[in-house]
């Protein structure tokens, strides 16, 4: 009998069953899932990505100048916003849900194999059959190069099974320490980790001192070229993503293409980087979504990523009146992200998103009376409602924004009734 060929609900459906297993480190799987898939990742160049913040947008940037060079280009991101099918781009283009379910499929099927021959507790995890789907699809469809986001640290992330010419560090927060250590420079080690021998390292403007000198090390130790990117990618260059953050990810973007074409033999040509400036996106990061009040929403759901926001706002809301809606997991640090944010707003909305990590709306509401915030706040538990009512508060010349964690940007980008895709 046929087996049933995967469609795109079918296979969310599989991964989202894996996500009872939880997360298990080490790499052991993953190299042997990628050969009961005919070691896909073998048949194309890689750009790996790693860092606290700004990795997508890195990715999504440093993929459309190469795509622009001429060159076939997947893109491999997490999270996703709505489907899983947002992780896996080729050509600037997501695949489609009938490509990336036979993907799983197939990945599926190797994974079984390897289950077959392991313990009960060592299966092949969500992100790993994830993984092995993407680098499958990617050497399917013949991309000359995959630039790859990791998704937690570097040393045993399931990415981290990649011969890559170029990695790049975004820069490195107080992040996941129960799994990565306690200190920044615990943090960039397992996120250094992915850096080969002999290949380039390209470090982004605002990296911490003490990853900054772990990351110089490290490159010397591993006879590593060193590239550090500038803060801005210069006066005359059009950013389409919005904010002074996106700039110095685009910067660091330009750096990684060019160490990459350089292991080519290949120039960057500024016509291209150009082209890809003026016309890249990034879906979920300070993305405009309506007006009349203009609603921002901003997936920047820890510290690091909220300094970023609150130092991009005041260029674009000027003396307009501003108002948040905000959600926030409790394993991020919400205090010190309100204390970055509440100085710029004038309300705020306080809300929960579809996760059980979620801090109640209540709580983040009591966090911003103890911080002395002197202006409204309002408790509305369902994220669609509570950003409408960010938008009242705003007033139709103000600017709503929705923002602290990416499951909120998730739920309100969502079409109403569909199903949660964990992240």
């Not at 194309?44 to 990715?59: L, R």
């Not at 890809?276 to 921002?296: H, M, N, Q």
């Amino acid at each position: 009998m046929t087996e049933r060929t995967m469609r795109l609900e079918d296979a969310e459906r599989l991964l989202l069953s894996l996500e009872l297993f939880g997360m298990r480190f080490g790499l052991d799987r993953m190299r042997r899932l990628l050969t009961a898939l005919g070691s896909p990742q073998e048949r194309f160049g890689a750009v790996h990505v790693v860092g606290t913040n700004g990795k997508s947008s890195t990715v999504r940037m440093s993929a459309a100048i190469l795509r622009r060079h001429g060159l076939r280009v997947g893109a491999y991101l997490s999270p996703h916003l709505v489907t899983f099918a947002e992780r896996v781009r080729v050509d600037d283009a997501d695949v489609s849900g009938a490509e990336f379910a036979a993907a799983v499929q197939r990945a599926a099927a190797a994974a079984e194999k390897v289950d077959r021959r392991s313990d009960p507790d060592d299966r092949v995890t969500q992100f790993e059959l994830l993984t092995g789907a993407a680098f499958d699809l990617f050497a399917r469809a013949g991309v000359d190069v995959v630039v790859v986001e990791a998704g937690l640290g570097g040393r045993f992330d399931a990415t981290n099974v990649l011969s890559s010419d170029v990695s790049v560090l975004t820069n490195v927060g107080l992040e996941h320490t129960r799994w990565l250590g306690p200190t920044v420079a615990d943090i960039a080690t397992e996120k250094l980790d992915v850096l080969e021998r002999g290949t380039t390292l390209v470090l982004g403007a605002d990296l911490h001192p003490d990853a900054r000198a772990l990351a110089e090390r490290t490159a010397a130790e591993r006879d590593a070229a060193l590239v550090v990117a500038p803060a801005d990618p210069g006066a005359g260059m059009e950013v389409l993503a919005r904010g002074s953050f996106q700039r110095r990810n685009f910067a660091l973007a330009i750096e990684a293409a060019r160490a990459y074409l350089a292991t080519r033999g290949r120039a960057l040509d500024d016509v291209a980087v150009h082209a890809a400036g003026a016309s890249t996106l990034v879906p979920g990061r300070f993305e405009l979504i309506a007006t009349g009040p203009d609603t921002v929403i901003d997936g920047a759901h820890n510290p690091g990523g909220l300094v970023a926001l609150a130092e991009a706002l005041p260029e674009f809301v000027g003396d307009r009146r501003l108002v948040a809606c905000l959600a926030v997991l409790d394993d991020k640090d919400a205090t010190e992200m309100l204390r970055t944010l509440l100085p710029l707003c004038h309300a705020v909305v306080t809300t929960r998103a579809q996760s059980p990590r979620a801090l109640p709306p209540a709580t983040l509401a009591s966090l911003c009376h103890q911080l002395g915030f002197a202006g409204p706040v309002e408790i509305v538990g369902e994220a669609r409602a509570a950003l409408d009512r960010a938008r009242t508060l705003a007033g139709p010349d103000g600017v709503a924004l929705a923002t602290g964690s990416i499951y909120l940007i998730a739920d309100l980008l969502r079409p109403v009734g569909a199903a949660r895709s964990t992240l």
